[in-house]
């Protein structure tokens, strides 16, 4: 049976870790190839690395440290952050990234979706949604979620799938940050609604929400950082909680 | 040892290459049939559409190449497949080296499968050392049907191929590359195939 899927996410910055990290064994915390080995280890699924940089060199940067990452790291991992173009994600498979993820160009320039899928296979291609609930409806928002959209999430997220996207990576911003527990009742229509992987991110603070978000809101994978980064919670003790309620991982 | 990966412009061959490296070895990228053929051991890689991929293969004469190898051939996800009599994704015949054909996953399932599964009746010193229902990383919407060459099973909705073997020629589902320990256990043993 296919497991669910726990995946760290680390955001980057010039090619290095931004968020605070607490990992007492690490040599250099800002190091995002140390930390990728470490969760490799420890049992982490995926990872995601999203880089939050905007300068001229970042390509460049970002390129370099996938290609560090893939050397070191024997997991899948996926690469976002301001990727705009064929040319962004040809540079990044070509370096190593398993798949990369794309969120507001996906909105603003919608068939890039169609020609990443078409040339590169959906397998790869992940469309990130940050979407916020506002008088009952959920809508679609851009740039980390500052940013409104007359999209509706659900109806965005159909069209993704059937534009050749491998799988969605749903944040919610009335969630992420709370550590209150993931957005189930969303996840659960989108996971019923869509016949690809859906990613569950924003919420997480302790173990009983990723038990949560995978069987009230029946996501294939569960993404978090700071409760990972900071040990808040250790993916071993998380996994063994999560089979002990019946949900299937790999341990 | 001269180990070939086969670079037809289809998907991340990198991983595979620096997963080779993380065991000691060099692996090459090359399309040279020449250069393939003198290998000690081949690895046919694949990610991506099969028809197009067939046709990459014909453009550059590799599909009459592959099947005449003699030495060690390891066909990993879409390379297996390929590897096939037949693929139902873009209509398409394979290089007929494995008698199984390859057909989509129900629409009832989640497609494509993307994670972790386990693999099991495991039949080959491919898999020396390690344990029956050991996880592995798949991605992937097409499978091998159940044959008389399976060596490796999977349960998705269906119990499907997820290694296969006849002769000289391998071939798995999964990643190995990206199969954390197990992967590489299981790459290691290929290559010390003779």
Redesign the interface.
Known sequence: ?????IIPCLDIKDGRTVKGVNFIDLRDAGDPVELAEIY?KSGA?ELVFLDISATEEKRKTLANLV?RV???V???FTVGGGISSVEDVDIL??????KVSINSSAVKNPDLINELAAK?????ITVAIDAKQINGEWMVHLVGGKIPTDLNLFQWAKEVEERGA??ILFTSMNNDGTKAGFANEALAVLSSEL???IIASGGAGNMQHFCDTFIEGKA??ALAASVFHFKEIEIKDLKEELRRNGVEV?L | MKIVIIDYGA??I??IK??I??LGYEAILSSDAEEIKAADQVIFPG???ASSAMKMLKSTGLDKVIPTLKQPVLGICLGMQLMCTYCEEGNTDGLGIFHASVVKFD?K??????????IYDLKSELFTGISERE?V?L???FYVKECEETIAST??GVEYTSAIQKDNFYGVQF?P?????A??KILENFLKFT
């Not at chain 1, 590169?120 to 790869?124: A, K, N």
């Not at chain 2, 399932?109 to 386990?118: E, M, S, T, Y």
């Not at chain 2, 590359?177 to 320990?181: C, L």
């Open positions: 049976m296919l497991t669910k899927r490799a699924d290609r893939a050397e070191k024997n997991i899948p498979l070509k370096s190593g990234a398993d590169f296979g959906s397998q790869c491998g799988e016949n690809i992987p294939d994978a790999r | 998907g991340n990198q991983s620096f997963a490296k993380r990610v991506g559409e629409n399932l989640k497609v494509p499968q993307i994670g972790w599964n386990r996880f990383y991605v992937h919407s349960e998705y990643h590359e990206k199969s954390s320990d992967g590489e």
